[in-house]
């Protein structure tokens, strides 16, 4: 049974940092490209960020480039997701989420989410 199951989430005050974890379960995480998704209270899912399966070509929406680092450790199954100079508009759920393949296109799996609130 394929399982993501994200943590690391919290409150945390403007211009700090907070590192999201996914652990996945159930399949071989090196086969597959990751994603990370958020949702801010009131509006739709927005894609943050996205790494592909070897590791080597990451990509980040404007809205957080320069300020946030995907990664992938694929010996513990874990993808992550480094957020620094944290803002209060990055107040959202966050969910990692596994591509079909491994190159971006349609997702399979989601976890439940984790809650990052940015408030001073």
């Known amino acids: 049974e394929v399982q993501l199951v994200e943590s690391g989430g919290g409150l945390v005050q403007p211009g700090g940092s907070l590192r999201l974890s996914c652990a996945a379960s159930?399949?071989?995480?090196?086969?597959?490209?990751m994603s990370w998704v958020r949702q801010a209270p009131g509006k739709g899912l927005e894609w943050v960020s996205g790494?592909?399966?070897?590791?080597?070509?990451?990509s980040y929406a404007d809205s957080v480039k320069g300020r946030f680092t995907i990664s992938r450790d694929n010996a513990k199954n874990t993808l992550y997701l480094q957020m620094n100079s944290l803002k209060p508009d990055d107040t959202a759920v966050y969910y990692c989420?596994?591509?079909?393949?491994?190159?971006?296109?349609?997702?399979?799996?989601w976890g439940q989410g984790t809650q990052v609130t940015v408030s001073s």
């Open positions: 790494i592909n399966s070897g590791g080597s070509m990451p």
């Open positions: 159930g399949f071989t995480l090196s086969n597959y490209a």
């Open positions: 989420a596994k591509y079909q393949g491994i190159w971006y296109g349609d997702y399979d799996y």
